[in-house]
């Protein structure tokens, strides 16, 4: 069994029972090859902290700020998203403390990935809650997800990147950003497609994604970064 201690000085969280946070841990793949494993997978816990980060989250919102709700919305979905949620979890070092089956254990570049690692952190928050009691959870998730906030509205990761890019293009070159399908492969259940993004006649950047849009958003992202804009 991980020595949990560790990862509680990370999270600056002491367990009263250590297999509350234990459970949060075990990935669904690892008890299919341990199905002896004396603790369940960690959705249901994911569940719940799923449901506590997002009422933290908004209830700091409302306090603290008096925009529109469309903005705030944009901006809590900034936070909590997957990719955020994954980045805080890679931060924290919590993968390393991860049941998974030996596939996934070594599968570190997929997306799937980054959704266990965001999936795991929300079972972090769900397993505090449950443990500690909503103080404690509400402490964690503004230490480590509402410190995010600043960031967000500086690099405004809050608009999704294709109206970022489509926003920069039209002020600097006068330009509408255009996209073409550059090649698309495998069944029609499980397509993947290669999209370019064009300023007039020239690729900035490509993308690529399970739909067109997500590989449209990817390559938006790509070129921001490829113009520095």
């Keep these: 069994m991980n020595d949990l201690k560790k990862l509680e000085q990370t999270l600056g969280v002491t367990f009263k029972d250590k297999d509350t946070l234990r459970q949060a841990l075990v990935h669904r793949s690892y008890l299919n090859e341990h199905p002896d494993f ?6 249901r816990l994911e569940f719940l902290g ?7 989250v908004t209830e700091f919102l409302y306090k603290n700020y008096e925009n529109p709700e469309g903005e705030l919305t944009n901006w809590r979905a900034a936070l909590v998203n997957a990719d955020m949620m994954a980045v805080i979890c890679d931060g924290l070092n919590v993968e390393e403390f991860l049941y998974l089956s030996k596939g996934e254990a070594k599968d570190k570049a997929s997306k799937a990935r980054r959704y266990i690692l ?5 079972a972090v928050i769900g397993s505090i809650y449950l443990d500690l009691g909503w103080d404690e959870a509400k402490d964690f998730i503004h230490r480590t ?4 906030l600043p960031e967000i509205l500086r690099d405004q990761l809050h608009i999704d990147p294709k109206s970022r890019f489509q926003e920069a293009a039209q002020e600097r070159v006068g330009v509408t950003p255009n996209y073409k399908v550059l090649s698309e492969e495998g069944p029609d259940h499980n397509k993947k497609f290669e999209i370019g ?3 007039n006649k020239e690729l900035v950047a490509k993308g690529y994604g399970t739909s067109k849009h997500e590989a449209q958003v ?6 921001l970064k490829t ?3």
């Design 50 to 56: 799923d449901a506590v980060l997002e009422l933290v």
């Design 218 to 223: 990817a390559a938006a992202a790509e070129a």
């Design 118 to 122: 965001a999936n795991a952190i929300e």
């Design 227 to 229: 113009k520095d804009w």
């Design 145 to 148: 997800v509402l410190i995010k």
């Design 38 to 43: 004396r603790l369940g997978h960690n959705e």
């Design 197 to 199: 993004v064009y300023i």
